[in-house]
Each structure stands twice: as structure tokens, then as C-alpha cells.
């Protein structure tokens, strides 16, 4: 018996592997550009895999069916979701109040469904809900949805005079930029000059550099720094 390596069907899987990962690609494209914990990498390996699973769940077991032998094609393929389930966990964690890596864990899930449509033959419905997850991921960043950013924690210490009307300049500029003061506390020094320091919570997509500076120009200001309260790193 020969076996052709590259007969028509096995062009036809590799085709399918290649369009899941391509589609991997595409969404995981937007999660790398904004730097989360799952992106391009894991999106097409996780979109391959799947296609993969479903074309051997579907035809990798047609030499044993014989003599009435009858298998669930599907065993397989369904516990994608499974494996899934827990690769995405891994991307979900929490900060005071705060759960971050929602909206990738999702993608990751509907990655997974995605090669799990091109492994079974359904390319037009893969490629559209690949569409509609860019779209959504890339819609929570937009600046015409900027109320649906996620707000990530910091520290802003300003040394400054006691003048009242720097404290009302710093807190516009603050306020304009859509940032909130979740705490305050004062610190009064030797030389007449306070230091106020503010827990703040500020939208992710914005340049703290910028604020900063802008801060700075206030005429009593002596100084300015910023720390970012950094969540927990997922390899």
C-alpha cells in the first residue's frame, strides 16, 4: 500500500491549518500591539491546535471503522473546550478590585472555536467571527469608546507650595485627562513646600509622560514623579 503524502485531502488539511493560523493571527495581532498577556504567538498556536484536534477527531480514525464498527467523531474535538478552559485561566487575574485578562482569555476561547470551524470545513463562518473578535477587541481601546477602558492603578507625588489655586490647577489637569483620585495624603517639609500624594486610577491606553509635564508647568510645582502599580507578569 502507498502513501501519498500529498494527495488532495492532505492539501486540503494543510490548507486548514494554515488559514487557522492565519486567522490566529489576525486577532492575536491586536493583543500583541497592546501588550497582553496572550497575543500573536498563543492565539495562532491555539487556533492551529484546534483545527488540528478537529481534522483528526473527524478523519484520523477512518482505517479502524469497519464491520459495522461505529465511533463519535466528536469525542475528541469536544474536549478542546476542555484544554481551553484551562489555558485561559491562566490569562485572568485579579488587583484589588480589579480582573484583568478578560477580554483575552475570550479571545483565546473563541480562537480555539474558530480552528475548531476551519478543522470541520466551515471557512466563511470562521473567517467572519474572526472579523467580529477583531472588531470587539480593537472597539474596548478606540478613543470613541473611551468609557469602556480599564483603568489600571498609580502614585503621583507632587511637591508643591500651598498655594490653593495649584492644588485646583493639578486637580483640572487630572480631571481632563479622565483620572481618578482614589486617595490622598499630605506631607508638609521643612521648607514650606508639601508634598501631596495621590492614589489615582488612570485609563491604560494614556501617556503618562504627558501628564507629567503638563503637571510640571504649573508655576508653585517643584517636582513631579509617578509609579505604576504593576499587576502580576504571566510568562
Known amino acids: 500500500m502507498t502513501i501519498q503524502l ?3 485531502l492532505n492539501f486540503e488539511f494543510i490548507f486548514r491549518c494554515l488559514l487557522a493560523g492565519l486567522c490566529g493571527g489576525v486577532a492575536g495581532f491586536e493583543r500583541t500591539k497592546h501588550q497582553k498577556a496572550a ?21 484520523g480514525f477512518l482505517d479502524v ?23 485561559g485561566a491562566g ?25 475548531m470551524a476551519v478543522g470541520a470545513g466551515m471557512y466563511v463562518l470562521a473567517i467572519i467571527a474572526t472579523a ?19 483603568k489600571v492603578p498609580g502614585r503621583l507625588r507632587v ?32 521648607d514650606e513646600y508639601i508634598t501631596y500624594i495621590f492614589g489615582i486610577s488612570m485609563p491604560e491606553n494614556i501617556d503618562v509622560s504627558e501628564v507629567v509635564t503638563d503637571i510640571s508647568k504649573i508655576h508653585s510645582v517643584k517636582s513631579v514623579s509617578y509609579t505604576h502599580l504593576t499587576l502580576p507578569t504571566i510568562a
Open 159 to 190: 511637591c508643591m507650595d500651598s498655594e490653593t489655586k495649584s492644588l485646583e490647577k493639578l486637580e483640572k489637569i487630572l480631571s481632563d485627562k479622565k483620572i481618578d483620585i482614589r486617595s490622598s495624603n499630605m506631607k508638609r517639609r521643612k
Open 39 to 59: 497575543g500573536l504567538r498563543t492565539y495562532i498556536i491555539v487556533a492551529v491546535g484546534a483545527a488540528l484536534f478537529t481534522i483528526a477527531s473527524k478523519y
Open 91 to 115: 490569562t485572568i487575574f485579579m488587583y484589588g478590585n480589579q480582573i484583568r485578562g478578560l477580554v483575552t482569555s475570550a479571545g483565546i476561547w473563541v480562537m480555539a472555536a474558530v480552528g
Open 132 to 150: 467580529i473578535t477583531v472588531v470587539i477587541q480593537s472597539m474596548l481601546s478606540n478613543k470613541y469608546f473611551s468609557y469602556l477602558d480599564v
Open 6 to 8: 500529498f494527495d488532495s
Open 65 to 87: 471503522v469497519h464491520n459495522g464498527i461505529r465511533l463519535d467523531v466528536s469525542r475528541v474535538a469536544c474536549n478542546i473546550v476542555t484544554g481551553v478552559g484551562f489555558l
